[in-house]
């Protein structure tokens, strides 16, 4: 962890408002064409979830770290928040729901790329009890959100924190609703290349990510994958390279990206460094199997940060 606050302040804490799942991976050559069918070569289970996957890397960057979310009442629910607890997140805010736990069934093929099915259910009925989240959050937290809740609940939130002074981050994949009208409660929006197409109607990213800053976000970051990411704010838009890595599985990489950068803000680094860090982790998981799987742990993801800022990767 690094410690970067006064002795006598309080820590600044990140609280995940998401969702948590059960990833079931299949590995295959290659993806399936409409109506053909695979032999998958492996099959991997994992804990997953948009939200607890951020929420896990965060907690392993050295952030407090809280989650709101609904699981349901089975033994994946139990599973989910027993792997939580290890972690050392605070669970205190998942609810039980009476639905199964929701369940990703994710392809994997030979290049890492993947495909994702998300059975919904138990996020689709999650909405935080009135006041929760801000009796459980200060002003200056941090508070990320997907986009696995509804249109209504996902308004509300950004809109509470930002009343608040809270500092949000949103990352709205799957993109289920428009959240362009949603983006000056945003302090920082991360969003993939096709997340970027899909809420502008613009197929250049660099455009993309001006058009998002100037809806309202204050800082755009539009992933490229192995083209590295796009940085947009008040000073203009910035390239920064990708981490060198090889790909094997890309499942959860947003996601490790994203606590990542949640930690290191809530810890007091600057943007920049905190971009890098992220990059680090994300290269890291691509690299290995899996959604939680493939996180680095505490020790490791450390380490990635001292890495991540040497002479012979700063970029």
Partial sequence: MIETTAANSPRVRVSVVGNAAIDLSLRVGRLPQPGETSLALETVSDLGGKGANQAVAAARAGALTQLFAAVGDDADGDR????????????????????????????????????????????????????A??????????????????????????????????RT??????????????????????VNEVEAATLTALDEPSLAATELHRAGARDVCVTLGAA?????NDSGTQHLAAVRTTAIDTVGAGDAFCGTLLAALAQGLAMPLALRWAQAVAAYAVARRGAQASFPDRAATCDLLHSSTSPSQAH
């Avoid at 392809?107 to 999650?126: K, L």
């Fill in 80 to 131: 989910l928040i027993a792997q939580l607890n290890a972690e050392g997140i605070d669970t205190r805010h998942v609810m039980r729901v009476g639905c199964p736990t929701d369940l990703s069934i994710i392809t994997v093929d030979a290049q890492g790329e993947n495909t994702i099915i998300t059975r919904n259910e138990a996020a689709a009925r999650f909405r935080p009890e009135p006041g």
């Fill in 133 to 166: 989240l801000f009796d459980a959050a200060r002003a200056g937290d941090w508070i990320a959100l997907q986009g696995n809740l509804s249109a209504e609940v996902t308004a509300d939130v950004l809109h509470a924190a930002r009343l608040g002074a809270g």
């Fill in 169 to 190: 981050l949103l990352n709205p994949g799957p993109v289920r609703f428009d959240c362009v009208p949603l983006l000056g409660d945003v302090d920082i929006l991360v």
């Fill in 228 to 232: 590295g990411l796009l940085w947009c």
